[in-house]
């Protein structure tokens, strides 16, 4: 910076100071001769400066996280409906003379089953594969990657998917299930939102039409799979009868930004803390534990978001959440290039990038 520059910023400075110095002097005489005047002043800019501020995502979630904590109830006060015993929900609602009503109404439908291929024989695991309905460039790069893994181990597989919107995607589809006969459908628009439909789809197919499997995984298309893997976990666990796995969310709190999709009121729900549940991503289960949740879900007030919706459940059946982050991680992506990682985890979540999955299936079998 030459000596010119130096001098005009060091004027600058001067003047800057000078000026803050008059004003503060100025608005201090002012506001003690009209103090209602400038209450109101200070008021009105403390609301512009903060509807300017809550219109940015990052600051508003900011805001909502500490409003949250100050206006939520504690997790000490935590009920949600219906307050049952649920094991005696359980007993009677199959035994056929339970006087309870559902509060949760179950209106989802099954429009469309796998062949007999997918759901044969006592394979040990079945796994439902969560896509897009029109998504089958996913589906397609799934089938000649892990897929094929699962089907070398005499494993069972579905794609879980939703109803079309245009009728061009159920033109394909048409053609995808004549050539495949791997498709799942529910009777429900496929969209974010509908998801804990699609998850409950996919719990009913297991519990009420494909029970012979004992463990059933139901995972994202983007993930990576690992099925080598994932046989030896459920061999070094011994099969256990009552298993629901995956990552853990101990202490999640509850979005309250309305820019946020996952965004919940304190009138919906006024804890400070979600009861602890499984990512969606990726959730293994033993297929005993299905019914009893479909059954508790009934009685349970509906969440949008599956992974609460069903941790919800899970806790009023006392059901132990079997956190596996480091083998089936859903918040971190375990780098590319390590190669070790990916051999000796079960799968990891590529936040959509597909090419990913395809290279770390060439990674698992490589030499």
Request: proline fraction near 4%.
């Amino acid at each position: 910076m030459d000596d010119d520059e130096t001098k005009i910023k060091n004027f600058t400075v001067i003047v800057y100071k000078f000026m803050s110095a008059v004003l503060t002097r100025w608005t201090v005489r002012w506001s003690r001769k009209h103090p209602l005047i400038a209450c109101v002043v200070v008021l009105l800019a403390f609301s512009a400066s903060y509807a300017v501020l809550n219109r940015s995502k990052t600051v508003s979630s900011i805001l909502a996280a500490v409003g949250n904590e100050i206006w939520a109830t504690p997790m000490s006060q935590y009920k949600w409906p219906l307050e049952i015993e649920a094991h005696n929900v359980v007993r009677d609602y199959k035994a056929g003379r339970l006087a309870l009503k559902p509060i949760t109404k179950d209106n989802t439908t099954i429009i469309l089953y796998p062949n007999k291929a997918r759901c044969g024989g006592q394979p040990l695991l079945t796994v439902l594969v969560k896509t897009r309905v029109e998504d089958k460039f996913n589906r397609d790069l799934l089938r000649r990657t892990w897929v094929t893994d699962l089907l070398s181990n005499g494993l069972q597989y579905s794609f879980l998917i939703g109803e079309c919107k245009e009728k061009s995607c159920q033109t394909a589809l048409e053609a995808e299930v004549a050539e495949h006969g791997d498709l799942l459908q529910g009777g429900f628009v496929d969209s974010y939102l509908n998801n804990t439909l699609k998850f409950t789809v996919g719990l009913k197919y297991m519990a009420y039409r494909c029970n012979a499997s004992r463990y059933t995984l139901i995972i994202d298309g983007d993930y990576s799979l690992n099925v080598n893997r994932l046989l030896q976990y459920l061999r070094d666990a011994n099969y256990p009868k009552d298993l629901l796995a995956g990552r853990v969310w101990s202490s999640s709190r509850p979005f309250r930004s309305k820019y946020d999709k996952h965004y919940m009121s304190y009138e919906f729900y006024p804890f400070r803390l979600l009861p602890p549940f499984i990512a969606a991503g990726a959730t293994l289960m033993s297929v005993e534990i299905i019914e009893p949740m479909l059954i508790i879900a009934k009685f349970t007030k509906s969440v949008d978001f599956d992974d609460v919706f069903y941790g919800m459940v899970a806790r009023k059946l006392g059901i132990t959440l079997r956190d596996e982050t480091k083998l089936l991680p859903s918040w971190w992506v375990p780098e590319l290039a390590d190669r070790e990682k990916h051999r000796n985890i079960i799968g990891s979540h590529r936040l959509g990038n597909l090419k990913e999955v395809e290279l770390i299936h060439s990674i698992i079998h490589s030499d």
